[in-house]
Every structure is written in structure tokens, then in C-alpha cells.
């Protein structure tokens, strides 16, 4: 795949004043009262925008980000603003961003990632229903898998996550590099260094071992 992300122009409109603008409608949504990993919903919005700006990506992709799971998603459920509202979102973010956004609430991850083993047209799954949805083109995926890199980044210093999942996760991104830009192919490379299987399986076994014996386990 080439890299689509280098043709991508951003809104003419100002990026900090619909930004700005944007993030305290999330805060008046009540984002700001919704738990996450990464403290509060708007934190981890916050910070999945910021990280998205990080890497020189254009606005309407930051403003996705902003907004990446107000509708709720497939490992995150909590619904801050009902898919019913789309409109709403549309009118504080654009058309472009607000696709982005229901495209990441609605699809199958995995469907996702299934695009990177195979060319044109490119596709994702519906979670709910299953029904196949065209993506436009290989530029609508480079933003969804960017997007879905920064919303991982964003929360993994706070996410006790096993070596394991972390290469499943590695094999993925690795695929994904052509379509990123070259700011979070960086990142993503500092972060999700090789393991070998000895070191896997010791991880696994560490973490099944704290398990059993964490406090109040057996306790009725």
C-alpha cells in the first residue's frame, strides 16, 4: 500500500477556536463525569486528539479523534451522545470527521485489520448486524487505522496489558505502517518493541500466578 496520509489537506477553519469549541460541548455532554482507564472519557478524548495533532495529522482527523467514541464502540460500550444525534455531531465537527467517528463506533475491529492483508476495495464489518461497509478508499482506511493507533497510545501507559496481547497488537501495527504518518510510525516502534516466546510465556504465567493469589480472590 502506499501512504495515503500525505495528500490530506486540512479545514480552512481554524484549528484551535473548532477545537476548543468542540471540547467544551463534550464537557457540557458530560464526558467529563464518564470513567475510563485514562482517568475520565475527556481526558482520554483529550489525549487521543493531542496525540493525533502530535503527529501533524490535519484537522478533521483530530476532531475525529476528539470524538472518537461519544457513540460508544466495540471495547468501549458507554453511549455519551446517542447515534441518533448524529446531526449534532456533524454540525460541531464536520461531515468528514463525523463519518470517521461512526465508522469507529459501528465496525468490527477486527474487519478493520482484516484490510491490511489485501488490496482494494476495502471494507468493514458491521458489529451489530454483520453487514459489509464500503470504505472510500484507501485513504478513509489510513485515517481509521491512524485514528485507531492514537485512541491505543493514548490509554496503554495505564492499561496492564500481557506481552501477549501486546504482539498481537505489534503484528497489526507493523501492517499498518505504510498508512501511518511517519510521527506515529515512530512512536508506535518505540512502544510495541519484539518479544520473544520465552518471554511471552513467562509473562503469561506471572500474570495467572498474581491472579490466584490477589487479595480477596476466595473471599465470599
Known sequence: ???AFTSRVADESPVSTR???ALEAL???GAADIAHPSGTLLAHLRGTAECLARWGCPEYLRLAGLYHSVYGTEAFRTTTIAPAERGRVRARIGARAERLVHLYATIARRTLYENLGRGAPY???DRVTGEE???EGVEELADLMTLDVANRLEQLPRTSMSLRRMEHDRRIYERAIPLLPAAAVVEVRRTYRRHGLLA???DGLFRRVA???RPGRHAR
Open 133 to 135: 461497509i464500503a470504505l
Open 19 to 21: 477545537l476548543e469549541r
Open 211 to 213: 491472579r490466584v493469589l
Open 27 to 29: 464537557a457540557a455532554d
Open 123 to 125: 471494507a468493514v464489518g
Open 200 to 202: 511471552v510465556v513467562a
Open 1 to 3: 500500500m502506499e501512504r
